[in-house]
């Protein structure tokens, strides 16, 4: 673990794993916006999302957003398709809200395209008081999508755990661990439960190396 907290501070990166300081209610950004670039060029986003019913329980957030994310336009189109990042995060009252999804990320140009990319939102806003985000979540617009390497990747771990689903609506959620000694983990949602499918040892944390357990 040395070396990893080696690694990400040498990055300027090791605060990113629990996330940058929540932007409160005063600051101003554009009210006919949903999501934007801040002028040090990292995402916000607009929260709460409609679409998403609020919930104590966030796997009742978690488990609502496959299907809300999967009907804006071209979430599904593969090749063609646009991938969308948001985060779930709170208001200090217990509740769990999902943000509005962005799409921004790198341009991929004109035609198809075998990646797909968003930014993960670094700041969520809320009129309504200070946010604290404790996951991001993003769709893959392929059927049988796993976390890819760059999902694993320790320099794109912004808050606590991060949510990824398929065009299947496959989730699965990595809880990196990069801030103590235990293993990363990867969860699969089957029945409305969460079940363990792989572990990351912490010799693999740097490089998001996953080790599949017996559940596939």
């Known amino acids: 673990m040395r070396s990893l907290a080696v690694l990400l501070l040498a990055s300027g990166l090791l605060g990113c794993a629990m996330g940058p300081e929540p932007m409160s209610e005063s600051t101003v950004v554009p009210q006919e916006q949903d999501y934007g670039l801040k002028p040090n060029g990292l995402v916000w986003v607009r929260g709460p999302w409609a679409a998403i019913q609020p919930s104590r329980d966030v796997d009742e957030v978690i ?3 496959c299907p809300a994310v999967l009907a804006l336009p071209r979430a599904t189109l593969k090749e063609y398709g646009q991938e969308y990042c948001g985060a779930i995060y709170t ?6 809200y999902a943000s509005m999804p962005s799409p921004l990320g790198v341009s991929e140009g004109p035609g198809p395209s075998k990646s797909k990319n968003c930014y993960p939102p670094r700041y969520v806003i809320d009129e ?5 985000p404790k996951a991001d979540y993003h769709n893959h617009p392929w059927p049988a999508s796993r976390l890819s390497e760059k999902d694993r990747s320790p320099l794109r771990q912004l808050w606590q755990y991060r949510v990824q689903f398929d065009s ?7 809880v ?3 801030d103590n000694p235990r293993p ?4 699969e949602r089957r029945s409305r439960s969460w079940v363990l499918t792989g572990i990351i040892k912490p010799e693999d944390k740097p490089y998001g190396k996953v080790t599949p357990t017996g559940e596939q």
């Open 91 to 96: 208001l200090g009252d217990g509740i769990y």
């Open 168 to 174: 299947l609506c496959t989730i699965q959620k990595l």
């Open 184 to 187: 990363g983990e990867v969860y």
């Open 63 to 65: 488990d609502q957003l």
């Open 176 to 178: 990196p661990n990069l």
């Open 128 to 132: 309504r008081g200070r946010t604290s």
